[in-house]
């Protein structure tokens, strides 16, 4: 699984109308990872990153490895669940 930054997301362009694969590439320290996820899955990321804000967001693609390839590639963006406060009534 590789998890790119939701800024990074939320800054793709592509167009409605082009192909319905969109090329994504994610540098790592050993080198660049190329995928094609699908443009669907890119507008929704990138909605919920608007909605939510890049801080409160956690994007992961989820794929299989294969070289310099991720091979089957979904990009997931989800919201980050909040810290619950401290409850003076926590039974330990």
Same mark, same amino acid.
């Given at each position: ?5 939701? *800024?990074?997301? =939320?800054?793709?362009?592509? %167009?409605?109308?082009? %192909?319905?694969?969109?090329? #994504?590439?994610? *540098? #790592? %320290?050993?080198?660049?990872?190329? =995928?094609?996820?699908?443009?669907k899955?890119l ?26 390839? #991720?091979?089957?590639?979904? #990009?997931? =963006? ?7 406060? %401290? ?6």
């Open positions: 699984m590789a998890v790119p930054y939701p *800024e990074s997301v =939320a800054a793709i362009s592509w %167009p409605h109308g082009q %192909p319905s694969r969109v090329p #994504l590439t994610i *540098e #790592l %320290p050993e080198g660049k990872v190329t =995928a094609e996820i699908a443009a899955s507008r929704r990321a990138q909605q919920t990153i608007q909605a939510e804000g890049p801080d409160n967001v956690a994007v992961m693609v989820q794929c299989r490895l294969d070289g310099t390839k #991720l091979v089957g590639a979904r #990009l997931i =963006a989800q919201a980050k669940a909040e810290k619950a406060a %401290p409850s003076d009534d926590a039974v330990f």
